[in-house]
């Protein structure tokens, strides 16, 4: 019966360690800056968000960014300059080592009380 449950525990930890390993850190964003407004956006009255693609680094800054879905008129351009200058901690390893990662972000735009 001892043995059963000795198996039962070392089983149980195995697969808690398995699910552990197979988490990823995700980067965390740490710097952020609005958006800037096209004209063209601005007087059409566009709201909504841009989400973008883009490889964090180990440094933290997003490194080839792509535009997987749109609001057009030149926001989305916007949005990936925006994104430019982002910082992020990066994903870490259990030792301690940084490591580049893909990650999708939205970038908000909202005129609220904007002029």
């Keep these: 019966m001892n043995y059963v449950a000795v198996l039962l525990i070392a089983t149980t930890a195995i697969v808690s360690a398995q699910s552990t390993k197979s988490r990823k850190p995700v980067p965390v964003a740490i710097y952020k800056i609005a958006p800037a407004y096209t004209q063209e956006a601005r007087q059409a009255i566009i709201e909504g968000d841009v989400v973008l693609r883009a490889i964090i680094n180990e440094k933290g800054k997003a490194k080839t960014i792509r535009v997987i879905k749109?609001?057009?008129?030149?926001?989305?351009?916007?949005?990936?300059?925006?994104?430019?200058?982002?910082?992020?901690?990066?994903?870490?390893?259990?030792?301690?080592?940084?490591?580049?990662?893909?990650?999708?972000?939205?970038?908000?735009?909202?005129?609220?009380?904007?002029?």
């Design 70 to 115: 749109p609001l057009g008129y030149g926001l989305d351009e916007k949005a990936m300059a925006c994104l430019r200058k982002w910082r992020f901690q990066p994903a870490i390893t259990r030792d301690g080592r940084s490591y580049s990662v893909q990650r999708d972000v939205s970038i908000e735009f909202r005129l609220g009380n904007s002029k």
